[in-house]
């Protein structure tokens, strides 16, 4: 399992790091291993496509919260998103998982952020609860091969078009 230090670093190393990592979503008796092969970072009050970008609020005082605490949030009144805050406490910043893969599974079925949380069952429940304690049923354990650089794409994150000088960031990564 990956431990807390590891999300103590800065934002866009973890979301390219995290790459090839494992989500392990415990169900029941059931076990569920996917490869993470999508992420984006959210780095900063400054960075405009941030829920962080105009302060603390009830709804964003998670990502202000210790590395590693999970900040899932609900979107267009039907989806989850699952995030992990990085860096230091106070400082806001996460990274969104988009995508993961599962063996034996169609891609379809979680090559973006809604559809991930809902096959994996990750939902409001988990906010605020730490990802590197196994007991909450959802955490993340090391890749099993080294992701090199050039396996790595960068492209602007999805859906930010108001982020105004942030919007074309190359902050999303994909496994390629």
């Known amino acids: 399992m990956l431990p807390q230090s590891f999300y103590n670093q800065k934002t866009l190393k973890v ?30 009050p400054r960075d405009k496509a941030s829920h962080a970008s105009r302060g603390m609020t009830e709804r964003n005082k998670v990502m202000f919260a210790s590395p590693g605490t999970i900040y899932v949030y609900f979107t267009y009144g039907m989806h989850n998103m699952f995030n992990i805050v990085t860096e230091s406490q106070g400082y806001p910043a996460a990274v969104l998982i988009r995508g993961v893969e599962v063996v034996g599974k169609d891609r379809k079925l979680t090559n973006g952020p809604a559809k991930m949380t809902k096959f994996l069952n990750i939902n409001k429940s988990f906010n605020e609860k730490k990802i590197f304690e196994r007991k909450n049923g959802l955490w993340i354990e090391e890749r099993e091969e080294k992701i090199k650089s050039t396996q790595i794409k960068k492209t602007p994150r999805i859906g930010i078009d108001y982020a105004e000088e942030y919007k074309d960031k190359l902050w999303r990564y994909l496994i390629t």
Do not use: P
């Not at 979301?15 to 959210?42: H, M, P, S, V, W």
């Open 15 to 44: 979301a390219q790091d995290l790459l090839g990592c494992f989500l392990i979503r415990k169900i029941g008796n059931k076990t569920i291993r996917a490869k993470i092969i999508e992420t984006e970072g959210y780095n900063g």
